[in-house]
């Protein structure tokens, strides 16, 4: 008899047939499936699972690692560790919390207001570090000087003198100016468009932007147009210290290409025209006969037919202009006949309409005032009043509308960045940027809800914009 065993297949935990020797092959009962893997293979790493508050972490030290500057993957792993509670999340790599930072921005699991909140408030608490660690320098220095005068020993010159801060309450010579500057311009009576920012550097915006959140602390508002004022003179001051302010061209009404180049053409033709007839009369140089002879064939084709030629192209195009500007008129009046009959009857007959006389405002006001203010006697036993009264007895009164923080960040957070902005002239990028004007907009929006005030717009009454709607306000 053979002896015929099956050994263990070091590889894959198989049986495998040999007499004697092992032949490598196992029997039909043992093969496996392809693709079937043993419980004792290898098991699949598991997938990390990264919460909301993780990712906000994660954030906040990609913003403390300062990634403006070489090496902050580095700088922003350490503070990663120490700051996440989680033993599974602290174990990844560099490379692994730069991709997650990049996902980050990409597929928006953090909003943009939650990014400029948390690179806000790091910006702060570097500043209230600094101001701190310098507060406390000047401290040791006095306690220094003081225990030298008890001794009455002469202090030592120091060649690096601290620097004379000012208290907290007060606010740097550059933010003293930047506040200047944006109060200067609320006191403007027109208003300038103002470009996008969009392609500008971004941190040194991000700087600005600090900064002028810092400057608007000390600037108080009253009412919903002074905010709004505020706003624009923000934008502005940010956009001047930026370098991107620039006086924008007056953009000037050009004919349409089509008519521009048959116009052009005729030019042309109109010269050549000329030049040919003073060749006929041979008046012409050498020189400029030969450029026409090259264009036109003067030698095989002749002056006469040349010049014959001429005429009925400076006739065709003269149509072509022609019939252009009927088809033009001929689109406008239909356009016209669809929306206004009456001026369009009108435009035919050659009238021109007059401006209407405003109706004297105490006229107006006496006419109303006849209507509303003064009580008139009705027909109380009209039967149509119970049934309109009995059908609207089911209606609720409308409870009292109260506008939250919420409210003003969910309405903020739907807005555009950089698209046009209304005719207040604000876009929405300077709501996103300025969230300590938050809690006012909230307040300003509740009184004008309650108080029922028609100016909303933030502009001033000789202002063009000044009959605008709240339209330019988170709702």
């Known amino acids: 008899m053979s002896?015929?065993?099956?050994?263990?297949?070091?590889?894959?935990?198989?049986?495998?047939?040999?007499?004697?020797?092992?032949?490598?092959?196992?029997?039909?009962?043992?093969?496996?499936?392809?693709?079937?893997?043993?419980?004792?293979?290898?098991?699949?790493?598991?997938?990390?699972?990264?919460?909301?508050?993780?990712?906000?972490?994660?954030?906040?030290?990609?913003?403390?690692?300062?990634?403006?500057?070489?090496?902050?993957?580095?700088?922003?792993?350490?503070?990663?560790?120490?700051?996440?509670?989680?033993?599974?999340?602290?174990?990844?790599?560099?490379?692994?919390?730069?991709?997650?930072?990049?996902?980050?921005?990409?597929?928006?699991?953090?909003?943009?207001?939650?990014?400029?909140?948390?690179?806000?408030?790091?910006?702060?608490?570097?500043?209230?570090t600094d101001h701190n660690s310098t507060d406390a320098s000047n401290r040791i220095l006095e306690t220094q000087e003081d225990s030298?005068?008890?001794?009455?020993?002469?202090?030592?010159?120091?060649?690096?003198?601290?620097?004379?801060?000012?208290?907290?309450?007060?606010?740097?010579?550059?933010?003293?100016?930047?506040?200047?500057r944006i109060l200067e311009v609320m006191l403007l009576e027109e208003r300038a468009g103002l470009p996008s920012l969009r392609s500008c550097d971004r941190a040194k915006l991000r700087v600005e932007v600090g900064n002028v959140n810092e400057a608007t602390k000390s600037i108080e508002t009253h009412n919903i147009t002074e905010l709004n004022s505020l706003m624009y003179a923000v934008a502005y001051a940010t956009t001047e210290r930026m370098g991107m302010l620039k006086k924008r061209k007056e953009r000037k009404t050009e004919e349409p290409f089509v008519k521009r180049r048959i116009k052009q053409s005729i030019k042309t033709w109109r010269k050549d025209f000329c030049k040919i007839e003073e060749i006929r009369r041979g008046n012409m140089r050498l020189k400029q006969r030969e450029r026409l002879n090259r264009k036109y064939r003067l030698e095989e084709n002749g002056t006469l037919y040349v010049s014959d030629m001429l005429k009925q192209k400076i006739k065709a195009g003269a149509a072509k202009?022609?019939?252009?500007?009927?088809?033009?008129?001929?689109?406008?009046?239909?356009?016209?006949?669809?929306?206004?009959?009456?001026?369009?009857?009108?435009?035919?007959?050659?009238?021109?309409?007059?401006?209407?006389?405003?109706?004297?405002?105490?006229?107006?006001?006496?006419?109303?005032?006849?209507?509303?203010?003064e009580e008139v006697i009705n027909n109380e036993q009209a039967t149509w009043l119970e049934q309109v009264e009995q059908e609207f007895s089911s209606i609720e009164v409308q409870e009292d509308i109260n506008i939250t923080m919420e409210d003003i960040r969910t309405g903020v957070s739907k807005m555009a960045n950089w698209k046009a902005a209304g005719p207040d002239l604000v876009q929405g990028y300077w709501f996103k940027k300025?969230?300590?004007?938050?809690?006012?907009?909230?307040?300003?929006?509740?009184?004008?809800?309650?108080?029922?005030?028609?100016?909303?717009?933030?502009?001033?009454?000789?202002?063009?914009?000044?009959?605008?709607?709240?339209?330019?306000?988170?709702?």
């Open 148 to 180: 030298r005068d008890q001794n009455n020993t002469p202090a030592e010159e120091n060649p690096i003198a601290p620097p004379d801060l000012e208290p907290q309450e007060e606010i740097s010579p550059e933010l003293s100016a930047l506040r200047d």
């Open 3 to 128: 002896n015929v065993d099956c050994n263990t297949n070091d590889v894959n935990n198989t049986g495998s047939l040999s007499e004697g020797l092992a032949s490598g092959r196992c029997s039909v009962d043992q093969q496996r499936r392809p693709g079937c893997q043993p419980a004792t293979a290898g098991k699949r790493q598991k997938r990390l699972g990264w919460s909301k508050e993780d990712n906000r972490r994660m954030f906040e030290c990609y913003i403390r690692s300062e990634p403006e500057r070489r090496g902050y993957r580095k700088r922003m792993l350490d503070p990663w560790i120490a700051r996440n509670p989680n033993e599974e999340l602290n174990e990844v790599s560099e490379q692994r919390l730069a991709d997650q930072v990049r996902q980050i921005k990409i597929k928006k699991w953090l909003e943009n207001m939650e990014q400029d909140e948390i690179a806000l408030r790091v910006t702060n608490e570097y500043q209230e």
């Open 434 to 475: 300025l969230p300590g004007l938050h809690p006012r907009l909230q307040l300003h929006l509740q009184d004008y809800v309650h108080q029922g005030s028609a100016r909303v717009d933030g502009q001033r009454k000789d202002s063009p914009h000044s009959e605008r709607p709240n339209k330019g306000y988170p709702s």
């Open 321 to 373: 202009i022609k019939r252009y500007g009927e088809r033009c008129q001929q689109f406008k009046q239909s356009q016209q006949f669809q929306t206004n009959q009456k001026l369009f009857y009108e435009t035919l007959d050659g009238k021109k309409r007059e401006g209407k006389e405003q109706p004297d405002p105490i006229e107006a006001t006496t006419f109303w005032r006849k209507i509303w203010s």
